[in-house]
Nanobody, 121 residues
Framework: QVQLVESGGGLVQPGGSLRLSCAAS????????MGWYRQAPGNQRELVAT???????NYADSVKGRFTISRDNAKNTMYLQMNSLKPEDTAVYYC???????????????WGQGTQVTVAS
């Protein structure tokens, strides 16, 4: 089995910073694209940022210049550095990864359980 475990959420004041982590474990042959998504109450889940194994990144317009996604392929871990946080960034943040479990199967999408980020004074 494969597991994704997020950590690093919490309560922060506007303008503050948080760093989220997502660790993948289990039967992993290769991790393709990884990404962060978020869902605020009453809203649909939305893309925050993605990163492929080679390091190319993609960001939602709302977080460009404030958030930085990165990954450590040796540790099967992804990070999201969030700076200049705003109240509208408040949401549950989910980790997503497309993972091949062996050389004979295609990649499959996996999700973490989510971590709450609250930006408030």
């Amino acid at each position: 089995q494969v597991q994704l475990v997020e950590s690093g959420g919490g309560l922060v004041q506007p303008g503050g910073s948080l760093r989220l982590s997502c660790a993948a474990s289990g039967s992993i042959f290769r991790i393709n694209v990884m990404g962060w998504y978020r869902q605020a109450p009453g809203n649909q889940r939305e893309l925050v940022a993605t990163i492929i194994s080679g390091g190319s990144t993609n960001y939602a317009d709302s977080v460009k210049g404030r958030f930085t996604i990165s990954r450590d392929n040796a540790k099967n871990t992804m990070y999201l550095q969030m700076n200049s946080l705003k109240p509208e960034d408040t949401a549950v943040y989910y980790c997503n990864a497309n993972i091949r479990r062996n050389a004979f199967v295609m990649g499959q999408d996996y999700w973490g359980q989510g971590t709450q980020v609250t930006v408030a004074s």
